[in-house]
T-cell receptor
Framework: ETGVTQTPRHLVMGMTNKKSLKCEQH?????MYWYKQSAKKPLELMFV???????ENNSVPSRFSPECPNSSHLFLHLHTLQPEDSALYLC?????????????FGEGSWLTVV | AQTVTQSQPEMSVQEAETVTLSCTYD???????LFWYKQPPSRQMILVIR??????QNATENRFSVNFQKAAKSFSLKISDSQLGDAAMYFC??????????FGGGTRLMVKP
């Protein structure tokens, strides 16, 4: 059982579709993260939210749009994606952004763009 | 920018034996943390062990221990008495201010019965 749950676990979408990935953490944490894991690159940090405010955007294209309506939920809205965006998207959370706070990950959402 | 390098794409170990996974990193900072995460087929990243750069004592967690060499910027993971359930991808990660992780490319560990 994980304290960070992601839905859907698998998503196939066309390049013209609009879809969203959802993340929920049950740990009472104040910081949430989106990471991207693709086959040929190390895990990459995409976005960081702290107390529902976006504090980092790691040069992510605008076709990825995050939303954090409260400290427990994080969304990644997807539109007009490219096939190279196919990857595993991992959501994570930590107590806060203090150095060394353990980051807890969800099981990821597999995205395939066709 | 920090970089993390795992030079062993794959490793294998016999059940009950010991294996060491290598990790090196590059940074100009003095205060940071290092982590090892395990990613089994379920794809969830699970924390294995963590080390604060200011602590000279190597961290241990049951069968898992690290050899942290700060001057050499090396952070290897030793798994003792390997079990079939240890088979997974292992990622070394550097953690700096803002609690952001920079990951290495990973090492796939296979455990032979």
């Amino acid at each position: 059982e994980t304290g960070v749950t992601q839905t859907p676990r698998h998503l196939v979408m066309g390049m013209t579709n609009k879809k969203s990935l959802k993340c929920e953490q049950h740990l009472g944490h104040n910081a949430m993260y989106w990471y991207k894991q693709s086959a040929k690159k190390p895990l990459e940090l995409m976005f960081v939210y702290s107390l529902e405010e976006r504090v980092e955007n790691n040069s992510v294209p605008s076709r990825f749009s995050p939303e954090c309506p409260n400290s427990s939920h994080l969304f990644l809205h997807l539109h007009t994606l490219q096939p190279e965006d196919s990857a595993l998207y991992l959501c994570a959370s930590s107590r806060d952004r203090g150095l060394g706070n353990t980051i807890y990950f969800g099981e990821g959402s597999w995205l395939t763009v066709v | 920018a920090q970089t993390v390098t795992q030079s062993q794409p794959e490793m294998s170990v016999q059940e009950a034996e010991t294996v060491t996974l290598s990790c090196t990193y590059d940074t100009s900072e003095s205060d940071y943390y290092l982590f090892w995460y395990k990613q089994p087929p379920s794809r969830q990243m699970i924390l294995v062990i963590r080390q604060e750069a200011y602590k000279q004592q190597n961290a241990t967690e049951n069968r898992f221990s690290v050899n942290f060499q700060k001057a050499a910027k090396s952070f290897s993971l030793k798994i003792s008495d390997s079990q079939l359930g240890d088979a997974a991808m292992y990622f070394c990660a550097y953690n700096n201010a803002g609690n952001m992780l920079t990951f290495g490319g990973g090492t796939r560990l296979m455990v032979k019965p």
